[in-house]
């Protein structure tokens, strides 16, 4: 099983950007289409982004992520990123990445996460 290190969360205010970075290992993510989720507090994980493994296809769960985030993957550095801008304080959540659990079981270990939290 992989391992995932998630980083680059803060407290920002809101219309500020940020860049989470996931660092794989253990497993190369290039085998596997890759996600970004998160986790608000009292709510379930849910999916935020995903990009299959030649990054040729990319979803966004919702219009606002759409025009906000962009989920970016550098196989040779197997690492996954997600590029946030204007921040809404909606936004605030936990932030993790895995495989993308469309195509399968999780294939990696969940990491710690990172925490972003918007103020407004």
């Known amino acids: 099983q992989g391992q995932l290190d998630e980083s680059g969360g803060g407290l920002v205010q809101a219309g500020s950007s940020l860049r989470l970075s996931c660092a794989a290992s253990g497993r190369n993510i290039s085998d596997y289409n890759m996600a970004w989720y998160r986790q608000a507090p009292g709510k379930e994980r849910e999916i935020v982004a995903s990009i299959s493994w030649s990054g040729a296809n990319i979803n966004y769960a919702t219009y606002s992520v759409k025009h906000r985030f962009t989920i970016i993957r550098d196989n040779a550095k197997n690492t996954l990123y997600l590029q946030m801008n204007s921040l809404e304080p909606e936004a605030t959540a936990m932030y993790y990445c895995?495989?993308?659990?469309?195509?399968?079981?999780?294939?990696?270990?969940w990491g710690p996460g990172t925490q972003v939290t918007v103020s407004s």
């Open positions: 895995n495989s993308d659990y469309h195509n399968g079981p999780y294939y990696f270990n």
